[in-house]
């Protein structure tokens, strides 16, 4: 089944992250904390930890994020986790794209879901999501 919707960030915070040993690196790596709320035949909300590694100026860099989803996808309900990288390179293009559902979290209608998916933003700055997704016979 697919399902598909559009997102917008509610918040996005910086988090102070003790690091060990700190490495300096022409790039700088930061973590923070997302709210995104989803209208479609994704609607709902997540909370997400988001790492990356981000040149600002130049709109480079690569990112790993881990969401924890509240909602309904294909008029279900329940909550999963779901995960997501990807690499930019400073114009439209995306390389490394990486999305899947993770498996064993979910409960409620969407118990048991499982399957990929992936975000694109469009030229007006709107935000959408896909999920390729299976959920078993109850």
Partial sequence: MRASGTFTVKSFVPADVAVPQEV?????????????HFEGEISGRSTTLFTA???????IGTYVAM????????????????AHAATTTGDTSRLGEYFVIVPAGSTGELTGITGTGGIAVDEDGTHRIWFEYEI???
């Fill in 24 to 36: 300096t690196t022409a790039v700088p790596v930061g973590v923070a904390t997302i709210d995104k």
């Fill in 53 to 59: 590694a981000y040149d600002q100026d130049r709109s």
């Fill in 67 to 82: 969401e924890s989803f509240e909602g309904t996808v294909g008029g279900r309900s329940g909550t999963f986790n779901f």
């Fill in 136 to 138: 078993p016979q109850a």
